[in-house]
């Protein structure tokens, strides 16, 4: 599994780019046909009207992203605008996609790491390598329906397939073939031992937000990173990431592994706003069992304590999860000797509810709906 989505912008803006070559390689060959002519595929365009499909979606990311769109997509469109009369041809698609590719990949590079822009599904919002993956998808797939329609050849990259599974799919296990597992999670093919999809979506990132923290959940490259030592694309305060953070981010990468993890009910880091450091990590250890239960832990570098990091994120979090659909309860457990963190859940709003065994070895806290 590649590992780009650690790495920062210029990592995310050459995989847009090398998506965007191999496209491009793969297509030119046909640009000798009337790709207005000829249907994309599965999907109901034909070629030319799918190319134009692409480039939208690459100019729009970058001005999504760039001018970080609140709230809804910008009112611009993009559409293929030839140099001279008559329609578009196969060649003006083809330079139009690398141009497209070329402004995402730049603003991926330039923007902030915390910059976030307007994405409908399923979390309102996109940074930098989630606008990186979702420009990547649409040139592969849809390069996948051209190529099928125009009778050529495509096979992309295994790195750059994985990395928009681990990043847009991290529900699916990436399995031997990258590239077939992401053609059948998007309904493009069949893949042995899975039944067909039908209906697909592909998953951003979450962010809860706090006071003076955001809450940014995991993504599997980022959780990979960690777990093999890597700052997880964090700039972190002194001593961070905590121990407890790379043990979460191991299971996170485990749970991807086996086709198990869910993004939402992971671990979440604990960025300080005013200068975009990471203090620490919190997180469920699990999504909700049948009775509505989740659990959740956390843990600060040392040098983030006693600031009421802990208490803030504990609030808004717990929060969160009780405004998810079958979440009836947030619980947590603490050491009796743990004052430290029995004191963080108080305030943070939990009541202890018992213990674990019967010598009371292990407190269990929870906090329920107000």
Aim: include cysteine; aromatic fraction near 8%.
């Amino acid at each position: 599994m590649t590992n780009l989505g650690a790495l920062g912008g210029d990592a995310a803006a050459r995989a847009v780019t090398d998506t965007v070559a191999e496209a491009v390689e793969a297509l030119r060959p046909a640009t000798g046909r009337d790709w207005s002519g000829v249907r994309a595929g599965r999907v109901e365009w034909d070629c030319l009207r799918t190319a134009e499909h692409v480039v939208s979606d690459l100019f729009a990311y970058a001005t999504q992203l760039v001018t970080r769109a609140p709230a809804a997509y910008r009112p611009v469109e993009y559409v293929l605008d030839p140099p001279h009369d008559g329609a578009a041809s196969p060649e003006d698609a083809l330079e139009a996609i690398e141009a497209g590719g070329l402004m995402l990949a730049l603003a991926c590079r330039t923007a902030p790491r915390a910059a976030r822009g307007f994405h409908p599904y399923p979390f309102r919002s996109a940074g930098r390598e989630g606008f990186a993956a979702m420009g990547m998808a649409e040139v592969l797939l849809h390069t996948h329906d051209m190529a099928q329609g125009l009778g050529v050849g495509f096979r992309p990259s295994a790195e750059l397939c994985g990395y928009v599974l681990a990043r847009l799919f991290p529900h699916v296990r990436q399995g031997e073939d990258p590239w077939r597992t992401l053609l059948w999670a998007t309904g493009r093919g069949p893949l042995p031992g899975e039944e067909p999809v039908d209906e697909w979506r592909w998953y951003n990132n979450p962010l809860v937000e706090a006071e003076r923290l955001t809450l940014e959940a995991l993504t599997v490259p980022a959780a990979a990173d960690l777990s093999l030592g890597g700052d997880g694309g964090f700039a972190w305060v002194s001593g961070g990431p905590f121990e407890g953070t790379r043990e979460g981010a191991g299971l996170i990468t485990a749970a991807y592994g086996k086709g198990a993890f869910r993004p939402e009910w992971s671990s979440y880091v604990l960025v300080r706003r005013e200068d975009d450091r990471a203090v620490g990590s919190m997180g469920f250890h699990g999504p909700p069992d049948e009775h509505g239960q989740v659990e959740i832990g956390y843990d600060l570098a040392v040098a983030a304590r006693g600031k009421g990091y802990a208490t803030e994120a504990l609030r808004a979090l717990s929060t969160w999860a009780l405004a998810r659909d079958g979440v009836e309860v947030v619980t947590a457990r603490v050491d009796p000797a743990n004052t430290a963190s029995r004191h963080v859940l108080e305030r943070g709003g939990f009541r202890r509810a018992g213990h674990v065994d019967e010598a009371g070895g292990v407190l269990v806290f929870e906090r329920r709906e107000d």
